[in-house]
């Protein structure tokens, strides 16, 4: 996001995982530019637009899109997502990285379950494209398209999913792939 203008914060708890952040985003950007994605340019400007912060009030005070990544823990992220729907502003929309957890899981613990999504993305998330929109079931059409077009803009293939299923579209297809390729 910040390769392509946006202005972004990151935070974790973890001040270790902070001190770490410099060094893992430039090496991302380092890929970006090594796979064409973005110009020197687009990588010099990135930094200067990325916040760090252990303070998740901080972080989320003015967001307009939070996009939660931490481990595959639903008890850990419905947590963060009750915190979330207490600190960022009214109109942010929500999203969790979850590979597994279905989108009405965190949208449970918010007032605000039409504006929850699962925004997964396949490894390593800087180079390759996809990302599945993982629709819940109040998740509203204009969350949807909202964040289709956000990624859509910064070069990402959103792939809308209509309904909640254990493992996606993705996974279950790379499952599948694996079972079949044992």
Known sequence: FAANGSDVRLQD?????LAQADASIAEGLG??????????????????RISITSSLPEA????????EAVTENIDVK???????????PRHAILASNSSTFMPSLMAA?????????????????????????????????????????????????????QK???????NRLQMALYREAL
Not at 81 to 88: K, S
Not at 164 to 170: H, K, L, T
Request: charged residues 20%; proline residues 7%.
């Open 31 to 48: 890929r970006l530019v090594a796979a064409g994605r973005i110009t020197e340019a687009e990588a010099a400007a990135a930094p200067g």
């Open 13 to 17: 708890q973890s001040e270790a995982q």
């Open 109 to 161: 613990v918010t007032t605000r379950p039409e504006q929850v999504l699962v925004a997964h993305y396949f490894n390593p998330p800087h180079l390759l494209p996809l990302v599945e929109l993982v629709r819940g079931e109040a998740t509203s059409d204009a969350t949807i398209a909202t964040m289709h077009a956000l990624y859509t803009s910064i070069g990402k293939s959103p792939a809308v999913v």
């Open 78 to 88: 419905r947590a963060i997502f009750a915190e979330l729907d207490v600190h960022a």
């Open 164 to 170: 909640e299923a254990p493992g996606f579209v993705g």
């Open 60 to 67: 989320v005070a003015d967001a307009d899109v939070v996009i």
